[in-house]
């Protein structure tokens, strides 16, 4: 997602010299030449470009040229990760690097205890989203990811899953970031009990905080079961050894399994994983395409991911 704000000077060094600007041939579509040339770089600087002209009359042999001198204010992505150093959080930094976006990411734990070369290239802050200095981390990004989110009592998934997420929407509408995205969860079809859980009406706490604050621009990306190896410590678990091939059944039996759908609970079995992979990507579409807005399903996660408009 780029913003670019264009200011124009023109020098024209002289027009047909047998010719006046009342003339409804002197710019004839089928006259009209064009060569454009656009070496701008993804850097927050004043870039320019020339667009040259060549136009005649229809009775006229020779041409003369124009060159219009462009000087154009690039806004250089930058993207703010909440969460960075996780697991999803990490595939999107990795994601958002290798797409040439500059990362900063916002965690307690700060930078991963990996030697991955990538992780060179974000910023690491250690921090907590109640108590951190906004200031040190927002102005000038362009958009925000919050992967947060966890397990534990009624009261701290409340607090980890809504309360700190809608802070985190807040502030970023206050700095004025255009674009939030949220890592939220599937909407199982499991009984209502259930769903009252500190871990669901967190989420759906944040939910609704990022598509009020943000309704033309905010995204909330719902996968189901997230798989790829997750480094736990000093281990890793592949969690792509169950999550793949399951994925992979799935969607070889969806025509079996649609039916099924409609029972209660049934999501548990057959809402398909999803690879960290592919909702890092489609996090990375989402912050980079303006048309990118609403609630994800993880269908649509996966579309998104191949870089597919939904």
């Not at 060569?35 to 470009?49: K, Q």
């Not at 900063?104 to 200095?133: A, H, M």
């Not at 799935?250 to 409609?262: D, G, R, Y």
């Amino acid at each position: 997602m780029s913003s670019s704000s264009l200011s124009y000077a023109a020098a024209i060094s002289r027009l047909p010299s047998s010719h006046s600007l009342n003339s409804t041939a002197l710019f004839p579509s089928s006259a009209i030449r064009s060569h454009v040339s656009y070496p701008i770089s993804h850097t927050n600087r004043v870039s320019r470009f020339g667009v040259k002209c060549s136009y005649a009359d229809a009775g006229v042999k020779d041409t003369n040229s124009v060159t219009i001198d462009v000087e154009a204010n690039i806004k250089a992505e930058k993207l703010v990760v909440l969460g960075g150093s996780g697991f999803v959080g990490s595939a999107i930094c990795k994601a958002a690097v290798s797409r040439g976006i500059e990362v900063i990411s916002l965690s307690r734990s700060g930078r991963p205890t990996t030697l991955s070369s990538w992780e060179d290239q974000v910023t690491w802050i250690t921090g907590d989203v109640f108590y951190v200095n906004w200031d040190e981390v927002l102005p000038g990004a362009t958009a925000v990811i919050s992967t947060l989110g966890g397990f534990g009592s009624e009261e701290q998934m409340q607090r980890i899953n809504g309360e700190a997420n809608v802070i985190a929407v807040t502030a970023a509408k206050e700095y004025g970031i255009p674009k939030f995205v949220l890592i939220s969860v599937h909407d199982y079809n499991i009984p209502s009990f259930l769903l009252t859980s500190g871990y669901f009406t967190g989420k759906r706490k944040a939910e609704s905080e990022v598509l009020s604050k943000y309704p033309n621009s905010g995204v909330v990306l719902r996968p189901g079961f997230i798989y790829g190896k997750r480094k736990v410590g000093d281990y890793e678990i592949p969690l792509d050894l169950i999550g793949e091939p399951l994925e992979r059944f799935l969607n070889a039996t969806a025509s079996f399994t649609k039916p099924l759908s409609s029972l209660p609970a049934s999501d548990l079995l057959l809402a398909p994983p999803v690879s960290v992979d592919d909702v890092a990507l489609a996090a990375v579409n989402a912050v980079k395409d303006d048309d990118f807005f609403g609630i994800f399903t993880i269908d649509q996660i996966k579309e998104a991911a191949a870089g597919v408009k939904v």
